[in-house]
């Protein structure tokens, strides 16, 4: 096997069972909505479920889980086949797009096993609250900002390649 088919295969794994290692861990030992200060008016770990994407999009709507499955699925399937097509020595593009996948299919096991996603990362600044997120949102955060940096440092290789 390929080294970045082991590489993309053991990030994935490893992002995949720590997300749902810690979402488990939540789910058993605290109750909805209890919060644990980490860093007081900072961090704390609270326990939530978002039937929604990001910020709580689409999370009324009638339609939602089929959509978000459907849109997981597709996705998962876009970052695999664009994953095959990286040159070897894209390493940062191989990581990035490994992250992005075990953030996607972490999120899709909550939503066919439970319907919603369980969030329990609370970054805040006293009163002013980011939206509660997972391991598997840290991952695709994570990925796509590593993909972006992967994309312009790409471009200048591009251009210290090509003749002027």
Same mark, same amino acid.
């Given at each position: 096997?390929?080294?970045?088919?082991?590489l993309f295969?053991?990030?994935?794994? &490893?992002?995949?069972?720590?997300?749902? /290692? =810690?979402? @488990?861990?939540?789910?058993?030992?605290?109750?909805? +909505?209890? %919060?644990? #200060? &980490?860093?007081?008016?900072?961090?704390? /770990? =609270?326990? @939530?479920?978002?039937?929604?994407?990001?910020?709580? +999009?689409? %999370?009324? #709507?009638?339609?939602?889980?089929?959509?978000? /499955? =459907?849109?997981?699925?597709?996705?998962?399937?876009?970052?695999?086949?664009?994953?095959?097509?990286?040159?070897?020595?894209?390493?940062?593009?191989?990581?990035?797009?490994?992250?992005?996948?075990?953030?996607?299919?972490?999120?899709?096991?909550?939503?066919?096993?439970?319907?919603?996603?369980?969030?329990?990362?609370?970054?805040?600044?006293?009163?002013?609250?980011?939206p509660a997120?997972?391991?598997?949102?840290?991952?695709?955060?994570?990925?796509?900002?590593?993909?972006?940096?992967?994309?312009?440092?790409?471009?200048?290789?591009?251009?210290?390649?090509?003749?002027?």
């Amino acid at each position: 096997m390929n080294n970045r088919y082991t590489l993309f295969a053991a990030i994935s794994t &490893i992002g995949i069972i720590i997300d749902q /290692i =810690t979402k @488990v861990y939540i789910d058993r030992s605290m109750q909805l +909505f209890d %919060s644990i #200060a &980490i860093i007081e008016n900072f961090f704390h /770990i =609270t326990y @939530v479920r978002n039937k929604g994407a990001a910020f709580s +999009f689409l %999370s009324n #709507a009638s339609w939602r889980l089929p959509f978000f /499955i =459907t849109v997981s699925i597709i996705a998962a399937l876009v970052i695999l086949i664009a994953f095959r097509k990286l040159r070897d020595d894209q390493r940062l593009a191989q990581i990035s797009l490994a992250m992005i996948f075990s953030g996607a299919v972490g999120n899709l096991i909550d939503r066919i096993r439970l319907g919603e996603v369980i969030d329990f990362l609370d970054a805040h600044w006293y009163r002013h609250h980011w939206p509660a997120f997972n391991v598997a949102d840290s991952l695709i955060c994570v990925g796509v900002f590593l993909l972006a940096i992967d994309m312009l440092l790409e471009e200048k290789r591009l251009k210290a390649s090509c003749p002027k």
